[in-house]
């Protein structure tokens, strides 16, 4: 295997304990390069059709990308996919830090896990070997419990994904914590859950056998990555206040989800934007393998009622999840919510919409009283919001449907429940209003994962004042892009931050992978486009073959119907019609959306 492979992944079947080391296919990282792509591939392949998520027989992926672990600039990003127990379809989600590298220093691109353990144990890899360790102990401990307590277990320099006790007990809505950071959105938690396993602990020491092929060049490059990134004005503002930056931007713009998507204009935003945050609670800056930014903000409440909170973020996300969606004015409430999360290791911002979505059942009188056991549900009352995040993470009452997810928890709530719940095909949408973006509508619609802003992030439209966010037109082609170019960068072990802002670009990627690998196929921007589109293909194809079907490329009814009535995007609604049939044009698939039999020839799937 050439260059910044190991060459080889883990196989684990949790129902026998056994582990095994298998050599890594060329012919796959030569079209799918590693990371999402990879992952996508061998879930596809070792995954039988039709699969119960939360069965043994589901598999979890763990890939890094070709440039995880390398000297080149960002290259910090884990990979992990499966079948989601929230939407039924594929789940995808990577996340930086420096897990992924350890797990390359450790020997290994990725691991591939299969069964469930007789008990609560974790995947302890180290140096080429590992092994399958009993942790009953660990039962019901928090996230960053769980953490320290494998790291005193193995090797305190050892890194850490693993769940809380929401993943534990199999809230749909739980996902995968380490490092500070969650990864997984989708359920993942609840699969690791549902395979009786508590985590995944890695260490490696084997960096030294980590290579590139051409090492002068990749110098080169990374020499210039760094030069792009001194002069990138926008990065400093980012380094300074991280993705809270955007809060006040995107309220300016009408985008900024509030009171569960009813207003895209939330009136207290300045409470809670990054310069409030940064002002009153930051402590600390940290960042990712090889990242110069440290975007990533620790935050602490020093006083009042939630004096001794504290979080990694807020994010952008998570603010606006408990923050506007909730109608929640107090910071320090939204960075309690935030350690809740983190504590029981759920995704934030499917918990934030969930308590958006209770509130405004509560106020509509769909949930009374007596189903919240007593919690006035109201927007802005941030105890309700607390005491119910509890309840969620702890399964308890109402708690328990809700950490279903908003559309398992409508449709059993019954009543006009549905029209409130706003996710795509199940999972609960990020924070910014498709209504006044009609490029992120389309990748919302149309993204395999569901209601995820990331699969297909239009930046023109949430960044570039002089670009027409509300028309329909051009808009497919532009999604259709920024998708291919997500399933492409998320595949090559990269932060999308910095190919989102310019300091990586397609032409850039193309030599840093060919320096990397020798692979020629991944040496030029037409070729990394072509990955793009393969993965996002076969995405799509996993979809239909678990059983997708074409209604589901959807919106919530409030975006088709409901216009914004006052802000940034006053008077605006989603037309999806137009933008979908469009969409399926360019992406050469049939009417229903569809990929044709020449389209996957074409792509080798
Ligand atoms: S930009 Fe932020 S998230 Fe991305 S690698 Fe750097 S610190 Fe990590």
């Known amino acids: 295997m050439k260059g910044a492979y190991t060459g080889k992944m883990l196989l684990v079947d949790l129902d026998t304990g056994r582990v095994a080391a298998e050599g890594a296919e060329e012919g796959l990282l030569r079209r799918y390069i590693g990371g999402r792509g990879l992952g996508a591939r061998l879930l596809y392949d070792r995954l039988p059709a039709g699969t119960e998520p939360l069965s043994p027989e589901n598999v979890l992926v763990l890939t890094t990308g070709a440039l995880t672990g390398t000297a080149s600039l960002f290259s910090s990003r884990t990979n992990i996919t499966t079948k989601s127990p929230l939407t039924g379809m594929i789940c995808m989600g990577n996340c930086g830090g420096f897990f992924g ?60 994904l693993c769940i809380g006790p929401a993943g534990e ?45 051409e090492p002068e060049g ?72 090889r990242c110069p930014v440290a975007c990533i903000s620790l935050a602490e409440v020093k006083d009042g009622e939630y004096a001794g909170a504290h979080c990694r973020g807020p994010e952008y996300e998570t603010i606006y999840a408990f923050g506007s969606d909730c109608g929640v004015s107090s910071l320090p409430a939204v960075i309690r919510a935030d350690q809740l999360c983190t504590e029981y290791g759920m995704d934030t911002i499917s918990a934030g919409n969930i308590c958006a979505f209770a509130m405004e059942l509560y106020e509509r009188g769909i949930l009374s009283d007596r189903d919240t056991d007593g919690l006035a549900l109201r927007f802005g009352n941030h105890r309700a919001m607390i005491e119910l995040l509890t309840r969620i993470g ?17 449709q059993a709530i019954g009543r006009g429940a549905e029209a409130f719940a706003l996710q795509v095909k199940g999972l609960e949408l990020a924070g910014y209003d498709p209504r006044g973006a009609k490029s992120q509508a389309l990748a919302y619609a149309t993204s395999p994962r569901g209601g995820c802003h990331h699969t297909g992030y239009a930046e023109a439209e949430l960044f570039d004042p002089t670009f027409d966010r509300f028309t329909t037109r051009g808009k497919a082609a532009l999604t259709v892009a920024n998708q291919n170019k997500s399933c492409m960068y998320d595949s090559t072990g990269v932060c999308a931050f910095p ?63 409901e216009p914004l009535a006052v802000g940034g995007s006053a008077q605006q609604v989603v037309e999806l019609e137009v933008l979908l049939a469009e969409y399926y044009q360019k992406r050469g698939w049939t009417s229903e959306g569809r990929p044709t039999e020449g389209l996957l020839r074409r792509l080798e799937l």
């Open 394 to 410: 702890r399964r308890e009452g109402l708690g328990r449907l809700l950490g279903e997810g908003v559309l398992r928890a409508a």
């Open 169 to 213: 007990l199999q809230a749909r809505i739980a996902c995968l914590y380490g490092d500070h950071r969650f990864v997984g959105r989708g359920g993942t938690g609840a699969v690791l859950g549902s395979k009786n396993l508590k985590g995944i602990v890695v260490r490696g020491t084997l960096s030294n056998s980590l290579g590139v092929v």
């Open 101 to 160: 590298p350890e797990l390359k220093f450790a020997g290994f691109d990725g691991a591939i896990i299969t069964g469930r353990a007789r008990e609560l144990s974790y995947l302890w890899i180290h140096d080429g070997q590992a092994e399958l360790r009993a942790c009953e102990p660990l039962r019901g401990r928090s996230c960053p419990e769980t953490e320290s307590e494998l790291q005193r277990a193995t090797d305190r320099k050892s890194r850490v």
């Open 218 to 289: 990749f110098r080169e490059i990374i020499a210039q990555e760094m030069k792009l990134f001194r002069e990138n004005a926008f990065f400093q503002e980012w380094r300074q206040y991280g993705t809270p930056y955007i809060v006040s931007p995107m309220n300016k713009l009408g985008l900024l989800g509030t009171r569960n998507y009813q207003s895209g204009e939330c009136s207290f935003h300045e409470q809670i934007n990054g310069e409030a945050l940064l002002k009153k609670f930051v402590v600390k800056k940290i960042t990712c393998h």
């Open 499 to 561: 190919t989102q802002l310019g300091v990586i670009d397609q032409d850039t990627m193309a030599r840093l992978l060919l320096a990397a690998t020798g692979f020629s196929e991944l040496g030029t921007k037409e070729g990394l486009e072509e990955v793009g589109e393969r993965v996002f293909n076969l995405e799509r194809l996993f979809n239909w073959r678990e059983g997708m079907k074409p209604s589901q490329d959807s919106m919530p009814g409030r975006f088709l119907r």
